[in-house]
Nanobody, 125 residues
């Protein structure tokens, strides 16, 4: 059983910052790419960022590049998403997920088989 638990969501003003955390069970998830997705009401879930098991390889959606930073401490079973220069359009429920070893496309929701419960991020003045 692999559990993913997100935390750190909340309310931020435009231009502000938030840091999301995702804790996972190493015993059965070791070595897999971890990613953050987000979903706004009425929209499909979209890729935000991913990081490999060592934390040295990262990928970002164009919409968050240079504003968000994904990192991972494999030994502590935690991944973070540092979100700076937040915009109202960043408002969404943010989910962390683990990618299947057999899947190649990090951007595709279908490549992930383990998901957290989500944490709400609201950016508003």
């Amino acid at each position: 059983q692999v559990d993913l638990v997100e935390s750190g969501g909340g309310l931020a003003r435009p231009g502000g910052s938030l840091t999301l955390s995702c804790v996972h069970s190493v015993r059965t998830s070791g070595g897999r790419i971890m990613a953050w997705f987000r979903q706004s009401p009425g929209k499909e879930r979209e890729f935000v960022a991913s990081v490999n098991f060592s934390g040295k390889m990262t990928t970002y959606a164009d919409s968050v590049k240079a504003r968000f930073t994904i990192s991972r401490d494999y030994n502590e079973r935690t991944a973070w998403l540092q979100m700076d220069s937040l915009k109202p359009e960043d408002t969404a429920v943010y989910y962390c997920a683990l990618k299947k070893f057999s899947a190649d496309n990090v951007y595709d929701v279908a490549s992930y088989d383990t998901w957290g419960q989500g944490t709400q991020v609201t950016v508003s003045s």
